[in-house]
């Protein structure tokens, strides 16, 4: 290995090197949530996890498609080329933009970022709160009501260190078509950080992701990346079938999701091609956000500002002070609600004891909900979102 970017640190500036050195060395025998760890500088990212949710929809039209199927199973099928559009903005966008991967901004409980995408496909709108901060979830819900399409879900992450990063990631996402009454479960891929020890992180996602519809169809994606000895970066496989028939293969995927993928009818070695989707033919819409002056205390850039600017200017001592201060407001604020006995009111979600929708179609893959990581089961409340308006404070 020649480059300097393949010798170990290369990546990292010069002046960083100890503090990284520090940081992997602590990595490597750190036994709690990962999360917690403060990252050198130079690795701190400029968007907060409650921004994530946005990656689902940044392709509109991709997003409402399926709607307009009228047959199940290619309806099923859309719903596939959607998710495997998104892959690439979820997990692969930062480090491309940036040049690695950075760890991202810790939201604080009730963080808020809501925005909407105005393109052909109509208004597409994105509400995305975190709705639990130990343990730390983000919930969301985007909607376009022309098409009559929404999309549900909550996660968190649970990190852990063996040779490298390990995250498994803890919730679903419900894909909702008003038009047939179909829903769609959607599993999230585990990850893992590559490069670490160069200083230039990259995500590749790992072992097996599903999505099971209420018209019976069950779609498989196999993550498998980049091997030791073969293999190429970002690479998959997926098989969609009727469930109970798994053998019996009516549309497959191959390829890699940060760039090109074909899709089959019949299976990878004998099917016919039905479409090649490269995702540098699809440029992403921009989110549309409010003025920052216009924004709300609680939602992310505004609420992050002074952090993000000590960040973009390599000032770490302002960065540090700054993100210091919203830490002890947070911290303060549990405290109070602890002594009065009450707990922090949700904007737009709420707890509740139990998802049908999940129990129904998770029993073909045996997933479980695992309330207690997330904080609870979280759905989005309607009557709730009638009456929350700007601004979006921390008096309660």
Request: glycine share 8%; proline share 5%.
């Amino acid at each position: 290995m020649s480059s300097s970017k393949q010798e170990e640190g290369g990546a990292v500036p010069p002046a960083a090197k100890g503090s990284w050195t520090s940081f992997i060395k602590s990595i490597a025998s750190f036994n709690g949530d990962l999360s917690s760890l403060t990252a050198p500088p130079f690795i701190l990212g400029v968007i907060s996890l409650t921004e994530f949710s946005s990656y689902w929809a940044e392709h509109p039209s991709i997003f409402v498609a399926p709607a307009a199927e009228k047959d199940p199973a290619k309806r099923a099928l859309l719903v596939l080329k959607w998710f495997l559009s998104t892959l690439k903005q979820q997990y692969c966008s930062r480090s491309d933009a940036l040049g690695s991967e950075k760890k991202p901004l810790n939201p604080f409980l009730g963080e808020l970022f809501l925005g909407k995408w105005e393109d052909e496909a109509g208004t597409t709108e994105l509400i995305s709160e975190q709705v639990s901060h130990h343990p730390p979830a983000t919930a969301y819900s985007i909607q376009n009501d022309k098409h009559g399409v929404r999309l549900q879900g909550y996660n968190a992450q649970k990190a852990s260190f063996s040779r490298t990063i390990h995250v498994r990631q803890i919730g679903h996402a419900v894909y909702h078509i008003d038009a047939y009454n179909e829903d769609y479960l959607i599993s999230l891929p585990s990850l893992h950080i590559e490069s670490l020890i160069y200083g230039s992180p990259f995500v590749e996602l790992n072992k097996t992701t599903t999505i099971v519809s209420s018209s019976g169809y069950i779609s498989k994606i196999d993550y498998s990346g980049k091997g030791w000895m073969s293999g190429k970066k970002n690479s998959f496989s997926a098989v969609l079938y009727k469930e109970g028939h798994e053998k019996d293969v009516l549309y497959s995927v191959d390829g890699q999701w940060n760039d090109t993928f074909t899709i089959k009818q019949g299976t990878s070695k004998h099917g016919s091609v039905i479409e090649t989707y490269r995702n540098s033919d699809h440029p992403t819409t921009k989110l549309i956000l409010p003025p920052l002056e216009e924004q709300s205390p609680r939602e992310s850039k505004k609420a992050w500002k002074t952090v993000i600017d000590g960040i973009l200017k390599g000032d770490m001592d302002t960065t540090g002070f700054e993100k210091s201060k919203i830490e002890v407001q947070q911290r303060e604020m549990r405290k109070k609600e602890q002594a009065e006995g009450r707990e922090w009111q949700r904007t737009f979600f709420s707890r509740v004891p139990s998802h049908p929708i999940f129990e129904q179609l998770s029993r073909s893959t045996g997933e479980k909900l695992e309330a207690d990581k997330t904080g609870g089961i979280w759905r989005f409340d309607e009557e709730k979102a009638k009456t929350a308006k700007r601004p979006f404070t921390f008096d309660q």
